[in-house]
């Protein structure tokens, strides 16, 4: 099995369980439950449980879909016009799939990351919930993003890395 073939079915696993996730909480939500909370955690927007559980079920979905489907779109296109670093040398015939295999691969990972955030944020509404008055822990939820803003930079910049070096065999010598 592929790095690729384990990252797609860690992320459907992920899907998975934030779908039984949302089905075993739904039923014990209060309806109307606070959906929306300002800075200082406190309710301001109200919805149905039922409505809050579809929302979620169907962003799952959605990251699912985009995760899933978007990069093995990639493997069936003969020419690509993106705008890499360096993207003669990345997108030639004889790198190519190699390419579409590492781009895939951070898809993946984005998936994953965004599932497990997605998680984390509706446990933290049903914990809201759980208190009366609904208050939101507004720090974990700050510590929630901060972590997730921080796997975005890395992100990001492991794409560029990766993409605007050559490899060193390829690299123009100084020194001649």
Known sequence: MSVNQALSRLLVLIAVFSVIQ???QAPYLPSPMAVRFNAGGHAVGWDTAQSFATINLVIVAVILGICLILPKSLTGRRRLRWRLPNRDHWLAPARLAKTIEYIQRQ?????IVTLLLLMAVFQLVV???????PLLDSERLVW???GYA?????????LWRKFS????DKRENPFG
Do not use: K, M
């Open 127 to 133: 914990d809201a919930n759980a208190r009366n008055p």
């Open 165 to 168: 070096r050559l490899p060193p």
């Open 144 to 146: 929630l993003l901060d």
């Open 22 to 24: 949302v089905a075993l």
């Open 107 to 111: 898809f993946y990972w984005h998936g």
């Open 150 to 158: 921080a796997f975005i930079i890395v992100w990001g910049w492991s």
